[in-house]
């Protein structure tokens, strides 16, 4: 399986991250919410606002925590679906490691 992260996979315009929101599902962990809708093909995108923190350094550096922690952990995503994780306050306090556990018990929980 390739283990890449290319252009369309992501959600890029808002019109798609808007229509997740409002159809989709939400289930919370303790540091993501992981919002979901069904699609033809798997897509995802992820949100760090100014509410995590105010600097622009600690938001990025989650982001790019979260597309590895997806990009590793992809295969127990299901194809046919557009995801939304968004990331919450005490996301940007904790290590990577306990992000991807985070990560990987939502999915548990929703797509198994």
């Given at each position: 399986?390739?283990?890449?992260?290319?252009?369309?996979?992501?959600?890029?315009?808002?019109?798609?991250?808007?229509?997740?929101?409002?159809?989709?599902?939400?289930?919370?962990?303790?540091?993501?919410?992981?919002?979901?809708?069904?699609?033809?093909?798997?897509?995802?995108?992820?949100v760090v606002s100014k509410k995590v923190s105010k600097k622009a350094v600690v938001r990025n550096k989650l982001k790019?925590?979260?597309?590895?922690?997806?990009?590793?952990?992809?295969n127990c995503l299901p194809d046919n679906l557009h995801i939304v994780a968004v990331a919450m306050p005490c996301a940007a306090k904790v290590g990577y490691g306990e992000l991807e556990r985070d990560f990987l018990e939502i999915c548990k929980n929703c797509f198994a």
């Open positions: 399986m390739r283990c890449d992260f290319s252009k369309n996979e992501k959600l890029l315009k808002s019109s798609e991250f808007r229509s997740v929101f409002d159809e989709g599902k939400k289930y919370k962990g303790k540091y993501l919410i992981l919002f979901y809708a069904s699609n033809s093909r798997r897509k995802i995108g992820f790019r925590r979260l597309r590895e922690i997806y990009r590793t952990n992809k």
